[in-house]
């Protein structure tokens, strides 16, 4: 779990963040200039926050107490918006320059894992761009890092090359089981890739969305005047019902897909009674309540899943949530979103 | 006539080694510590590029005398002055040579697009290793070119030598001196042979310059 909380003046605004993030992929988004780039580079210690504490897994990496862990010593892994692969360097020099004592076969293993093992050889500038951010993902994972920095590495990429690494990631990180922080300008690929998104503006956090989920396509109702899709997530099914004019002609049954759940658009209820009239409706468990002065969000436990529900502060009163309440979702199918397939 | 060519590039040569082994030190300690007095220190180092060859060699014939500030305690030492040596030849070049390369290299080193550094140091390398195996590969054309220039310098030095190490024939005599009292003594043909051979390590070293620039990678 890397838990951060920083504050730094920084020349127009003063950052302030505060977050948590375990083995899932935390998404950091806002405008240029938002102070993304600056928050991670001071979780990698390239950046020194004025306070704050920031921690890896129960391991102080920072605090204002005078600790301050030197970036080679933290265990994070780098993925640089141009990759800042070494130019002087082959594919594979710039592997094994990470290795403390050499090891070929974990170099060989990296590469072939990215499909990049046939370029071993060539030099940064001797490979295209889609390859030179596989070998900057391979490179960051050499060192058996803890935890993944990714700043902006897909944004210097074309749209179908884009597209095809966003299923390598998603099938990497599988593999890898590993935590990151994608900061990206790009709320779809924000939404696409991660299971949390946090948007920052001048430096702090101005929203934080869950709710992004994998699903399978089950069932598809494609008839004149009523179109729907069943997809097996969150544990359960959810109907996603569509506009007329919407095209399921890119679907196919068993296709994996992302969804995304707006938090506002969740319904809880501790009556089991209340019904959805042919909505969603599922079970889950209050791990979180979170409250502000305007509103509750309450982290709910669904199946495997973690789920966010912004509730209004009445709302909030009414249902009194504490930890370990169980309690009932109530979904519209229109407000499920499909975002992307993910086959 | 060999023999100040054979002087030239045993004094040009030994500069050439203590001027990349202080550079690196030097380059070093400038870009990567903070301490008290730098400004004052990399002055200093900088200072025989503006001082005129004659004002350093007298600057160094006070420094070195037997009676001067450091010559006393060297003299008191080893009994023996570095004064009309061929080692204060070596001094000379090397004092005139190092601000060439110290100012090349440091330059090649801050132009370095910091990601580089970054990442290196998110893959663990220790400074001392992203020193030898990302900034100085990356600052090549700094080095070299500095190379080139400092070994120019180093060969064509003048002033400064002739003040400290004299025209000792066969053993200070540099080519540069050997050229200026052959066309004193009216010996042209001397100064020709010599004059050609100036010419042609100086055009060799721009060659090299200039091909190495050339075949620089970029990415």
Redesign the interface.
Known sequence: MLEVSVQKKLHLFHLDCTFKVGREVLAVTGESGAGKTSLLKMIAGLMQPDAGRISLHGRELYNQDNLDVRTQDRKLGYVFQDYALFPHMSVEDNLFLAQKVKDEAQVRELLGTFGVDPLAKRYPHEISGGQRQRVAFARALVTKPDFLLLDEPFSSLDPQTKERLYKEFHNFRKEWNIGALLVTHNAVEAQILSDKVLEIRDGRVVREKFNHLKGRILEIVDEEYYKELVIEALGTRLSVVKPEYFSFANYRENMQVAISIKPENLILTKDARIGTCGGNRFGGVVKHVHRTRRSTKVELQVGEETLLCALGLRAADRLDLKKEDHVVCLLAEQDVEILNTLD | MIQPILVSLKVASLALILIIAASLLLVRLFTEKEFRGKDTLETLIMLPMVLPPTILGYGLLLLFGRHGFLGKPLFALFDASLIFTWGAAVLAAFIVGLPLMYQSLKGGITAI?E??I?????????EERIFW??KL??A?QGFISGLALALARALGEFGATLMVAGNIPGKTQTVPIAIYFAVEAGRYQEANILLGFMLLSSLGLIYFITSKRRGR???
């Open positions: 697009d990601q580089y970054q990442a290196a140091r998110t893959l663990g390398l220790e195996r990302i590969p990356l090549r990678r970029t990415c």
